[in-house]
């Protein structure tokens, strides 16, 4: 069974840059579609965008500015990039496989933006 | 964006009961709607797919349905372990989008 799991800071500053990583355990990241997901306390679950198998990203049109989607096939890892961040942006990120079905998800990473 | 009103926001069941989730969507999604299960402290788990379809390993006490717009999502029999927070969403246009959820709780 596939895992995914989340990895990088859990604080960031209003303006900089957040980044995360999701390594997959099986070595599938070259044939599916990968996502992130995000949460912000107490409010309802975001689609932020994905990357398909062959590195093409598409993203949520209210983040897509902000928003950068990586793969490194190498590591079996895709990246999330959100610039320019503020506290809007806190939230418990997940990474997940699938376009539009997420099948897989990791377990999340909260993520704080504050001074 | 398409929008997923999902009722109620929390309930309240004894074991064995049955319990059933409402989901409606702001316009024709076909059967593109799929229900995820979330515990406490664990990955989010896609339960049902496809408005009807069962995911591999999921109990057949979980079930869905599709009504039009209208989609349900019933659990049979309400076993402890069954306590979560379950949420609808569309797969049908992009981005996809979810329903507030509903968190099942034991009487």
């Known amino acids: 069974q596939v895992q995914l799991q989340e990895s990088g800071p859990g604080l960031v500053k209003p303006s900089e840059t957040l980044s995360l990583t999701c390594t997959v355990s099986?070595?599938?990241?070259?044939?599916?579609?990968w996502s992130w997901i995000r949460q912000p306390p107490g409010k309802g679950l975001e689609w932020i965008g994905y990357i398909s198998y062959s590195g093409s990203a598409n993203y949520n049109p209210s983040l897509w500015s902000r928003v950068t989607i990586s793969m490194d096939t190498s590591n079996n890892q895709f990246s999330l990039k959100l610039t320019s961040v503020t506290t809007a942006d806190t939230a418990v990120y997940y990474c997940?496989?699938?376009?539009?079905?997420?099948?897989?998800w990791g377990q999340g990473t909260l993520v704080i933006v504050s001074s | 964006d398409i929008q997923m009103t999902q009722s109620p926001s929390s309930l309240s069941a004894s074991v064995g009961d049955r319990v059933t989730i409402s989901c409606q969507a702001s316009q024709d999604i076909g059967h593109s709607l799929n229900w995820h299960q979330h515990k406490p402290g664990e990955a989010p788990k896609l339960v049902i797919y496809g408005a009807s379809n069962l995911e591999t390993g999921v109990p057949s006490r979980f079930s869905g349905r599709r009504s039009g717009t209208h989609f349900t999502f019933t659990i049979s029999s309400l076993q402890p372990e069954d306590i979560a927070t379950y949420y609808c969403?569309?797969?049908?246009?992009?981005?996809?989008?979810f329903g507030g959820g509903t968190k099942v709780e034991i009487k």
């Open positions: 969403q569309q797969s049908d246009n992009l981005p996809p989008t």
């Open positions: 997940a496989r699938g376009k539009a079905t997420p099948d897989y």
């Open positions: 099986d070595g599938s990241i070259s044939t599916h579609y």
